[in-house]
DNA sequence: ACAATACTGAAGTAACTACTTCACTATTGG
DNA sequence: CCAATAGTGAAGTAGTTACTTCAGTATTGT
């Protein structure tokens, strides 16, 4: 269910934005709260909160609230998930490069 | 120099639509020229040319125009690229997942 | 030579994105 | 209790995206 192409388009499309990453790569590093991501980001607290809701609704990050701190951290699932798609892609141009070339060495060996 | 910031953007923008992915998808499993790209998509031809100008933006495909064909082709470094930057971030967050296990076995035993 | 093929490019448009500001609601520390 | 903190929500706006159509240019098969 994490392979459907809406999700994968929200999870991609989520990446797309240098905030964004930052704010992953900011909570690959551990756990941290609104404010905290906001921190080193050069815009305002509700440009913050919008691109955490477009992360959340991607799957790639799950928030909690606990009294006034809203704590956000990674689903590890969904990277794997969006790290599948491409993966998949990848290796099945390479097994077909590989094949190629197996096919060019055994028509070389004809000769 | 596939790792900066402007270059993942384009990747992730790119990757982040379902037509734009499925000519990926095509073209994993062996070049293809413009048209046969376009023949499953319930687009114009047009709309295709424009989704390959941002897939030939990516990086994430190279194309080559040999007399009036236009010959589509997977940039496997780009796949890579993107691929690498979301592994990196999730085993970032499971390595400390990880050691946060130790910690608590650890002390644990201490009881 | 000429028709069909394979794109290419420009202009228009509707919807979406990434912000902003401002007003607001909980929660909590003193 | 009340001021500070932490975040929420709505409205507005400039810029971008994903198409469309239509008109045009090479290239190629007959």
């Known amino acids: 269910m994490l392979h459907d192409p809406a999700q994968l388009d929200l999870m991609f499309q989520a990446l797309a934005d240098p905030a964004r990453r930052s704010m992953v790569e900011r909570l690959s590093r551990g756990p941290a709260s609104v404010s905290q991501l906001a921190e080193p980001l050069a815009m305002s607290l509700s440009a913050v909160v919008q691109h955490l ?46 094949r190629l070339g197996d096919f060019l060495d055994e028509t070389k060996d004809e000769t």
Do not use: F, M, Y
């Open 53 to 98: 809701n477009v992360l959340e609704a991607s799957g790639l990050v799950r928030t909690e609230k606990l009294g006034r701190v809203r704590t956000c951290r990674i689903e590890p699932q969904a990277l794997r998930a969006a790290e599948h798609w491409i993966n998949e892609r990848r290796l099945a141009w390479e097994r077909r490069l590989d």
